[in-house]
């Protein structure tokens, strides 16, 4: 049974709001299953959804349930894992439509002063005493850049998004108060748009590939997230744009298509695909705004001088029409429409949107000149009929060229370490140089590589065959060279290091970039593209600041970073959690940022740190304004990167006004943290979370890593072995073949045991940290109190406490075959959960978990509401597969109960 007094209580009522919403679609459901597939059907699901609302069920006892389960055929499975799954993705459209409405209420609340937005923050910081020339200063140094990733265990097809789109949209329209026969009419429309959602396919009958995470990622980015930047602008540019130049402080970035550590599927032709792409996104809607520019500026020179620079770019366009001789501004938007096109052809093999054909007009060769010709009409305007006559859609449309110029977001590319040795290893011994590089110690390699970075000779030969990986690698490169070519330098974001530990790592890439023209060598080397080293571990995030103080002190360094250096470093959330757990990972991240920042800034170098987040509390998930407020003083510096996963990016940019409330709430975040001073840790405090740090890594090692009966626990008591075969993700769970748990990637480690209800990584270690440093209750108050490190540490696994069910979990337990040792484990894991839930209520002075935030309360119960049914018959479908049933129709049953589990508890991996 689940303790009371740290449980949620199952039955707490909703919002008004989510509940209406909530029983509306649920009702939908019903009536489009009755009306499709009968009666029978319907009362199917009604009657499991009945028996799995039983409070015995709830609190995992489970027998009338279980003998329906046991008692259905594969195909009544199959039909009730897809009833739950789309009730699981109707109880989310319901609650996010009540949530958009409660954010503009609290909005509108008078007397919070809160920087929500960038020009919230703006008022505040003028307020607090800084000036024009300081803003301006800032602003000037501003780069924050979303940067969106594929998911390994990403679920949703492309089509039940649009599915889930439209009836989002639907929803929100009956937030008005509208006539009944229009009411009517959105319900009808509501049940027709569920209905094609129960008759559409919610798996892939094939693994996804990279192509599709393109697709898929470029849809949301079409549809909400460019609309919602393109806006921001627009507003920034009215609101605070006399405080500096704001283009280009807020970015998008990708790894789609550009993300090859250990992907087999990526490569130079994807990461062409991914620029093509993106590169038809934005210029349609440049040629967009060209048009209506055009059918606005039909100024005639009858009225009203124009300058010399807009009459000679008018006199360009070839074949004016005679009706358009006196109107040079429509004759210059037509020179820019066609040389639009030239671009569209040149990159993508295609006219933009609206062009009647191809063109034969010099394209544009950078973004840089496009921006030019637009200026003219700017200073034209300007001169000859006043500021005003501009408006915000000219500028807006600058502002946007320079931050996506004509490839929308920044690329990077990432490989491991090891591929990196590996690689130059090969290229040394096919040039006969007689060097086995593997076999090199530390100093030798970066002897040996400096080097190389010091002439402009190559180690690759045209002439020389290489192996599959090394062609692969050389091949890739050459492609981001290409780019490079074509798109302008800010085309690529950064080159990211996965495992990097020494300074050959940092080493490495640059020479293999050398090879393909992005990296030129001699006395004093140059790059195209930022290298920036991956910190993962416990141990390389502890190592990192000596790693880049050895790489700062080489005079290469300071030549390729050039006259403004900023050396660009990622903090790997995921790998240190799995590595050490929760308490350890939060922390080493957090110290390792304040000891990198430290040690640029002795070395007169800036930093901009890229923080690798997932969704899950387990990998640094959680709100990224309240993320970046979170950062340790001097560590943001009006700079950083943040990857927004998978199965966010829909959560958190699924629609124009969410991506706009966030990414607003971002740059506020990034401006309000680059203004706190440093200060010195108490030393009290940093000596209670460092000795909790290292007991927590150690209790947390002792099960996961010290046990050897866990391993065979985990692949046993979570769907990851049915994971790993299912179609969900492009990548591979694992970078190897072997079953361990530090070869198993980070995201499908979280999101087996979010499926499984224990949500190990968001809090495990935690309460034997506690007891193993021997701290107090009094002494863990005292710290949340003055530690806002800590109290945000807490509240997040207070989340992540909430959202697991032990009860649930110990009926995963029983399907491992080694009862024994599962059942010892178990009592481990169930122990610390109960240990550390009392800790957070202890510390808080709480009486039950979320009791002190109710609507986050709420949300998990209504997920849990929603998910526990298909936990109940996940573990029926996992119990026959196990017992070596191999029916085709078993694999999809399974398949619809994690899409169902991952898309009610949203942030699993």
């Known amino acids: 049974m689940r303790n009371p007094a740290l449980s949620i209580e199952v039955d707490r009522p909703t919002s008004q709001h989510v509940r209406k919403n909530a029983n509306l679609l649920s009702d939908l459901l019903v009536e489009a299953i009755a009306y499709l597939e009968g009666e029978e059907a319907a009362a199917l699901v009604a009657r499991a959804r009945r028996v799995a609302s039983h409070e015995d069920v709830a609190n995992g006892d489970a027998p009338v349930l279980d003998r329906l389960f046991s008692d259905l055929s594969i195909d009544e499975a199959v039909f009730l894992a897809r009833a739950f799954a789309s009730q699981s993705l109707l109880a989310n459209i319901g609650e996010d439509v009540a949530g958009r409405r409660r954010h503009a209420e609290a909005d509108a609340q008078p007397g919070d002063e809160r920087p929500r937005t960038l020009v919230d923050a703006v008022k505040l910081l003028k307020r607090q005493g800084k000036t024009d020339e300081d803003l301006a200063k800032t602003f000037a140094a501003m780069n924050v850049v979303p940067v969106l990733t594929a998911h390994p265990t990403e679920v949703r097809r492309r089509s039940m998004v649009d599915r889930e789109t439209e009836i989002s949209r639907l929803m929100a329209l009956r937030r008005h108060h509208l006539p009944p026969d229009l009411e009517a009419e959105i319900r009808e429309s509501l049940f027709r748009e569920i209905a094609l959602m129960w008759r559409t396919r919610l798996y892939r009958p094939e693994r996804i590939t990279v192509k599709d995470e393109i697709r898929n990622a470029l849809s949301i980015v079409r549809t909400s997230i460019l609309p919602a930047i393109i806006d921001l602008y627009g507003d920034w540019t009215g609101k605070i744009g006399q405080h500096g130049h704001l283009a280009p402080l807020l970015k998008l970035g990708s790894w789609l298509g550009g993300d090859r550590d250990g992907h087999p599927g990526v490569n130079g032709e994807t990461l062409k695909l991914a620029f093509a792409s993106q590169s038809r996104v934005i210029l349609d809607w440049y040629a967009g705004e060209v048009r209506k520019l055009w059918s606005n500026l039909a100024v005639s020179t009858a009225y009203t001088p124009v300058s010399e620079e807009l009459l000679a770019l008018a006199a360009q366009t070839r074949d004016p029409s005679v009706h358009r001789l006196d109107e040079p501004y429509r004759l210059a938007l037509e020179l820019i429409f066609d040389r639009l096109t030239a671009v569209s052809q040149k990159l993508t093999g295609q006219p933009v949107a609206f062009a009647n054909g191809d063109t034969d ?134 080159y990211i290091i996965s495992k990097s530990a020494t300074l050959s790592d940092i080493l490495e890439p640059l020479v293999l970039l050398k090879q393909v023209g992005l990296v030129w060598g001699g006395a004093a080397p140059r790059a195209s593209v930022k290298v920036a080293p991956l910190f993962e571990t416990i141990g390389d995030l502890e190592n990192g600041p000596a790693v880049l103080r050895q790489w700062l002190e080489l005079p290469l360094a300071r030549s390729i970073l050039g006259d403004r250096p900023v050396q660009e470093i990622m903090l790997g959330y995921s790998d240190s959690n799995k590595d050490g757990g929760y308490v350890a990972s939060r922390r080493g991240v957090a110290v390792g940022a304040s000891a990198l920042a430290r040690e640029a800034d002795r070395m007169g170098v800036g930093l901009q740190l890229f923080h690798g987040r997932g969704g899950s509390v387990g990998r640094g998930g959680g709100p990224a304004a309240e993320a970046v407020l979170a950062q340790p003083a001097g560590t943001v510096q009006g700079r950083i990167r943040m990857t927004e996963q998978g199965e966010m990016i829909a959560r958190r940019f699924g629609d124009q006004p969410t991506a706009r409330r966030n990414l607003d709430g971002l740059a506020a975040a990034v401006m309000m943290a680059s203004d706190r001073p440093v200060q010195k840790l108490d030393p009290k405090i940093d000596a209670a979370m460092t000795a909790l740090a290292d007991a927590s890594f150690h209790g947390f090692r002792a099960l996961v890593y010290d046990d050897p009966a866990f391993e065979d626990f985990f692949w046993s008591v979570t769907p990851i072995s049915e994971i790993v075969g299912l179609n969900i993700g492009s990548r591979p769970a694992s970078r190897t073949a072997s079953r361990k748990i530090e070869d198993l990637r980070a995201i499908p480690w979280v999101f087996s045991w979010s499926q499984s209800r224990f949500m190990l990584p968001g809090w495990f270690g935690f309460a034997a940290g506690v007891d193993r440093a021997g701290l107090s209750v009094e002494q863990l108050r005292d710290l949340a109190g003055s530690f806002d490190f800590f109290a945000s540490l807490l509240s997040n696994m207070e989340l992540a406490l909430a959202q697991s069910h032990m009860p649930i979990a110990s009926r995963y337990v029983e399907l491992s075959p080694d009862k024994d040792n599962a059942q010892r484990i178990f009592a481990t894991i169930r122990r610390e959960h109960e240990r550390a839930a009392e800790l957070a209520l202890a510390i808080r002075g709480g009486s039950s978990l979320l009791d002190n935030q109710p609507d986050l309360a709420e949300s998990v119960a209504l997920a849990g509401r929603v998910v526990d049914p298909l936990n109940h018959l996940q573990l029926e479908l996992l119990s026959r597969r196990r017992a070596g049933d191999q029916n085709e129709e078993l694999r999809l049953a399974i398949q619809l109960t994690v899409a169902g589990i991952a898309a009610g508890l949203r942030n699993t991996g």
Do not use: W
């Open 361 to 494: 007009v010099e394209p544009y060769g950078h973004p840089d000149a496009f921006v030019a010709d637009l200026s003219v009409i700017i200073d034209s305007l300007e001169r000859n009929g006043g500021e005003r006559l501009v408006g915000t859609a000219l500028r807006t449309l600058v502002d946007v060229v320079k931050a996506c110029g004509f490839h929308l977001m920044s690329l990077d590319l990432r490989q491991n370490a090891d591929v990196h040795e590996r690689t130059i290893h090969e290229l040394y011994e096919r040039a006969g140089s007689g060097v086995a590089y593997l076999k090199l110690d530390e100093d030798a390699r970066c002897k040996l590589l400096i080097e190389e970075l010091s002439h402009q000779r190559p180690l690759v030969s045209p002439f020389t065959a290489y192996s599959e990986e090394t062609t692969r690698e050389l091949a890739t490169m050459t492609a981001a060279a290409q780019a490079v070519r074509d798109y302008g330098h800010g085309c690529l974001g950064a």
